[in-house]
Structures are given as structure tokens and as C-alpha cells.
């Protein structure tokens, strides 16, 4: 399965990555030497696990972003275009209001640039929706300067014509798994996305990350989505008992209960893909590597 290059609904591919060179423009193009290095760094602390490291200063937080992020948002773009209630949410088109969407680790940016290329175009027409989309992104490292650079980019030059005043974008660095319902404001969410970020919660504190998906269940509201994706085939194993599960069936369980008794959960799974690609446009003109992405999801809708 492949998603679109180009959802209609959401701004071309090379105007999302434009957003980017743009923001990032200093960086790109007067130092972009000092990046590729600071890129190589950033990819040995991953790959030894040293987030800390990987993640401790502004510098690498950007590089980290260039690197990485517009790839991302034009795969999540397609994604949260394709995905119907997704859409419908992103583009304030339910008809129920102000929407408010909350990522979870979400400081790098990709997520931000995905929805905001979606909600733009909706903008643009005769008669826009007067309701407000709300971006809560919540990370456990400091990417205040990454988001807010974006996020001028995104009101200067997408929602021009005071549009911007409909977007609006908060960023907390927080430990998601440390945080109360209230600070996230669990019971007026539409939609709570989880991408590239459910290994590393499971992979800090276990128990700490069954609860947080515990109050979600026990604080969402009915009707909302929570999108869940991951490098496909990538789940990391958890041990209970004697047995080892992919963290994605531990994940069904705590949401909709045990299988064969899913009526008593408070999830149900709308939609899913256990591999999914998303493949770029190869003549995209960015000046690092823009790479193809191919992941495992799951969007679940409170009941
Ligand atoms: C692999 S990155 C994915 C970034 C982004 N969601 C994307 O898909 O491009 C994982 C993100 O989760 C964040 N993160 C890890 N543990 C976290 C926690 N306990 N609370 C909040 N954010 C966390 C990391 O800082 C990082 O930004």
C-alpha cells in the first residue's frame, strides 16, 4: 500500500519542504557544512541511545530538524490527508467547533509543518470555516526554537490574510508520561497523534506508558482519534510473564481489552496498515536527503 505523493487537500510536497529552506535558510545555505556535521553527531548518539546527548543543544535541535523533519511532514501530510476523520479534523471541517489535536513528541516540527500544510489550503477558499484548529506539541527536550521558527514561517507565508489567528500552535517541553490530564487538556481533544514515539515511552518506563494510555481512555472524550505509527515492523518486544508480545498487542489490550472480549474496551480500531509507503517525488529540490518513509499505523476512535 502506498499513499498519495500529493493529497489534493494539502499543499504540493515542494512548498512544505520550501517552508523548510525558508525557515532554516541561514542554516542551509551560509552553514550547511556545520549541519551535515552536526547531523553526523546527532546519528551516533541515536544509534547508542544517548538522546540526552543526541538532543542537548540548540545546534543539534535544528540540524536534528533539518535533517529529518521534512520528510516527515510530507509523508505525515498524505497520511493525516488520507485518513477521512483526520482530514475532517484538520481542515475544521466536523462541524463541532474548534478542533484541538495534541502531538506527542512532536518538538522536531514534522508534525506541526503536516497539519499546517493541511489546514492552510482550507483557508484559502471563498468561505473558510470560522473555527480554530489547536496544536498542542509536547516533547521531553527543549525544541522551543525549532517551533516557533516554523511556526512565524507558517503565519507569514501560509495563512497570510490574518488566517493565522485560526491556528493556533503551543509547544510544552514536558515528560508526556509525567503529565496531568488537565495540563493536556485530555477531555476537549479531537485527535492525539503518536508518531515515531511509542518505542521510546516503552522503552523509558513501561508502566509509566500503560498508564498514560490508560488516561487517555479514562479522560478522552467519545468521537476522539488517536493515530499511532511507527517504522514499519520496528514494534519493539515487551516481556509478560514468560512470553514475549510486540508492543502493539500490549497497546490493543490497554485500549480495547482483551481480544475477544473488545466490546469492553473504550477503543475501537478504525483504521490500520501494518506497512504503508510513502514515497517522495525524487526531483524535490531540498539541499540534504529527503528519504522515503514506510511505517506501520493504527488510528483508534474513542467510543
Ligand atoms: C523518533 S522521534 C520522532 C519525532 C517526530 N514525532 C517524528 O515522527 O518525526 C521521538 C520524539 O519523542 C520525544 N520523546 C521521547 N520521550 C518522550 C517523553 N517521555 N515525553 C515527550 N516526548 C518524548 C523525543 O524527544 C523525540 O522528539
Redesign the pocket.
Known amino acids: 500500500m502506498s499513499l498519495p505523493t500529493h493529497h489534493r487537500d494539502t499543499l504540493p510536497p515542494q512548498e512544505v519542504v520550501d517552508l523548510f529552506k525558508r525557515t532554516f535558510s541561514h542554516e542551509l545555505y551560509d552553514d550547511l557544512d556545520n549541519v551535515k556535521e552536526l547531523v553526523q553527531k546527532v546519528k551516533s548518539d541515536l544509534y547508542s541511545r544517548d ?1 540526552v546527548a543526541a ?1 542537548d543543544d540548540t545546534a543539534k535541535r535544528v540540524a536534528y530538524c533539518c535533517r ?2 521534512p520528510a ?1 511532514a510530507v509523508a505525515y501530510a498524505s497520511l493525516f490527508a488520507e485518513l477521512g476523520p483526520l482530514n475532517q479534523i484538520v481542515r475544521c471541517q466536523q462541524q463541532s467547533g474548534d478542533q484541538r489535536v495534541l502531538c ?5 516540527g ?2 506541526l509543518v503536516a497539519l499546517a500544510s493541511l489546514f492552510t489550503p482550507s483557508r484559502h477558499v471563498r468561505t473558510p470555516s470560522s473555527e480554530s484548529l489547536y496544536i498542542h506539541l ?4 527543549d525544541w522551543t526554537n525549532v517551533v516557533s521558527r516554523l511556526q512565524d514561517q507558517i503565519d507569514t507565508n501560509w495563512l497570510y490574510n490574518n488566517q493565522s489567528r485560526f491556528c493556533h500552535t503551543k509547544f510544552t517541553p514536558n ?3 509525567n503529565m496531568d490530564p488537565e495540563q493536556l487538556q485530555l477531555k476537549q481533544l479531537n485527535l492525539i497523534t503518536l ?3 511509542t518505542n ?2 516503552f522503552s ?1 518506563d513501561k508502566t509509566g506508558s500503560i498508564k498514560f494510555l490508560q488516561s487517555l481512555t479514562a479522560y478522552c472524550q467519545r468521537g476522539c482519534f488517536l493515530l499511532i505509527a511507527e517504522s514499519a515492523g520496528s514494534y519493539s518486544h515487551i516481556t509478560v510473564g514468560s512470553k514475549k508480545f510486540p508492543i502493539q498487542f500490549l497497546i490493543d489490550t490497554v485500549l480495547m481489552g482483551k481480544k475477544g472480549q473488545q466490546d469492553h474496551g473504550s477503543w475501537s480500531l478504525v483504521e490500520q496498515s501494518d506497512s504503508i509507503w510513502y514515497r517522495g517525488d525524487s526531483a524535490m529540490d531540498y539541499p540534504l536527503k529527503l528519504e522515503n518513509m514506510r511505517c506501520f499505523y493504527r488510528l483508534y476512535r474513542k467510543l
Open positions: 538522546y538532543f529529518w523533519s516527515r506527542v513528541g512532536g518538538g522536531a514534522g508534525e509536547v516533547d521531553i527536550y515528560d508526556i508520561l508518531l515515531f514515539t521510546e515511552l523509558q
